[in-house]
């Protein structure tokens, strides 16, 4: 049973970076699975974010790609997001998901606030 | 980029009835879309993979079809634990979630 779990700052102010990280327990992130990050501003819907391959590849939103940066470290079995010159649209729950063979896992969420 | 549209955006069903829900995508995934529901406060809920499979635990009332562009997610008998938010997800190529079909208590 794969688990996720994300960290990071609740709070984050205007125009600058945000960084989570989602830590996987129950297997490799470098195995042959897609790592994502998915988002869901309050009372809106759910938006893919971007992905990380475990042998390195990424993929991103082309309407956030100028600003999403989606990393791993191996050594500590985790991925990471980094979404820069952020503004209040960017407040939402941010979940790290993947799809590994015929189901797909999800942390549980950790809401992001954009604020001064 | 592959966008899906869900219709519609809401769905007011008494309990037992049927609900069908719809997911269209704007070119063919085969047969690569998922269908989960969220509730308020809770993290998405897988029902559905590989467009007609059901996931682990779901019952069967719930049942999903369509391949290429076109797809359905059909609740045969809603019951009160069924009132929620549906999305259904393509994940051919990157992933795209559709706006979501809320399904609420006629």
């Known amino acids: 049973q794969v688990l996720l779990q994300e960290s990071g700052p609740g709070l984050v102010k205007p125009s600058e970076t945000l960084s989570l990280t989602c830590a996987v327990s129950g297997g490799s992130i470098s195995s042959d699975n897609w790592w994502s990050w998915v988002r869901q501003p309050p009372g809106r819907g759910l938006e893919w974010i971007g992905e990380i391959h475990g042998g390195g590849n990424t993929n991103y939103n082309p309407s956030l790609k100028s600003r999403v940066t989606v990393s791993m470290d191996k050594s500590k079995n985790q991925f990471s997001l980094n979404l820069n010159s952020v503004t209040a649209a ?3 729950v941010y979940y790290c998901a993947a799809r590994i063979h ?10 992001v606030t954009v604020s001064s | 980029e592959i966008l899906m549209t869900q219709s519609p955006a809401t769905l007011s069903v ?10 269209r995508a704007s070119q063919s995934i085969n047969s690569d879309l998922a269908w989960f529901q969220q509730k308020p406060g809770q993290t998405p809920r897988l029902l559905i993979y590989a467009a007609s499979t059901r996931a682990t635990g779901i019952p069967a009332r719930f049942s999903g079809s369509g391949s290429g562009a076109e797809f359905t997610l059909t609740i045969s ?3 009160s634990g069924d009132f929620a938010v549906y999305y259904c997800l393509q994940y051919n190529y990157w992933w795209t979630f559709g706006q979501g079909t809320k399904v609420e208590i006629k």
């Open chain 1, 90 to 92: 960017d407040t939402a």
């Open chain 1, 102 to 111: 015929l189901s797909f896992y999800w942390g549980q969420g950790t809401p």
């Open chain 2, 14 to 23: 008494s309990p037992g009835e049927r609900a069908t829900l719809s997911c």
């Open chain 2, 77 to 79: 008998s809603l019951q």
